[in-house]
């Protein structure tokens, strides 16, 4: 079955640093991996997804993800911190046709 | 389209009530999806529809809650009775399964059971 690890649950960057979340999965076959955003008391926004094409995928608001097989992992990043970037990101894997299934989150903190 | 619809947007009962969550999936998409979320557990699967029919239940807790989903446009997650450790924010969310497209996620509804 599949399952995502992310690392951190709690991630301090400076306004105007690099961002880095973690994200690492499991999956017993080729999968779809995606990144969402979930702001104060809303649902979730899609960021960017992988599926098979391009291994470096980019998304809204200037985030990319590397999906990277032979690490499992499926890190998200961006080059400057906005304070509006300040959320928390959830990574998913979904094995084709099937559920999808989330990571328990990481709350991104931007100091100013 | 106005995207996934949740209703009621908050929930205040108490404790051995019955509780009914209400979803309108996006138009089109033949793939919905229950989720509750807790800061003890994060975003925990419930159960998933294809095609209106239940394809994994095994992320519900408890014979307490049971989900409908009698048409393509309605479902239902209902709990009874309701304890107060149910009190969590639900999410529905909807996807066209036919290829690689992502689930699109309502607001939710904030459950709090007293």
């Known amino acids: 079955a599949q399952s995502v690890t992310q690392l951190g649950s709690h991630v301090s960057v400076s306004e105007g640093a690099l961002v880095l979340l973690r994200c690492n999965y499991s999956?017993?076959?080729?999968?779809?991996l995606f990144w969402y955003v979930q702001y104060p008391n809303q649902g979730l926004q899609l960021l960017l997804k992988y599926t098979s094409a391009a291994t470096l995928v980019k998304g809204i608001n200037d985030f990319e993800a590397e999906f990277k097989k032979s690490e499992t992992s499926f890190h998200l990043t961006k080059p400057s911190a906005h304070m509006s970037d300040a959320a928390e990101y959830f990574c998913?894997?979904?094995?084709?046709?099937?559920?999808?299934?989330f990571g328990k989150g990481t709350r991104l903190h931007i100091l100013p | 389209d106005a995207g996934v619809i949740q209703s009621p947007r908050h929930e205040v009962t108490e404790m051995g009530q019955e509780v009914t969550l209400r979803c309108k999936p996006i138009?089109?998409?033949?793939?919905l999806f229950w989720y509750r979320q807790t800061m003890m557990r994060g975003l925990e699967l419930l159960i998933y529809?294809?095609?209106?029919?239940?394809?994994?239940d095994s992320g519900m807790p408890e014979d307490r809650f049971s989900a409908k989903m009698p048409n393509a446009s309605f479902s239902t997650l209902k709990i009874q009775p309701s304890e107060p450790r149910d009190s969590a924010v639900y999410f529905c969310a909807s996807s066209s399964r036919r290829g690689n497209t992502e689930a699109f996620f309502g607001q939710g509804t904030r459950l709090t059971v007293v």
């Open positions: 529809f294809n095609n209106n029919v239940p394809i994994d």
């Open positions: 138009s089109g998409h033949n793939s």
């Open positions: 998913a894997v979904s094995e084709r046709d099937d559920k999808i299934i």
């Open positions: 999956s017993s076959v080729p999968p779809y």
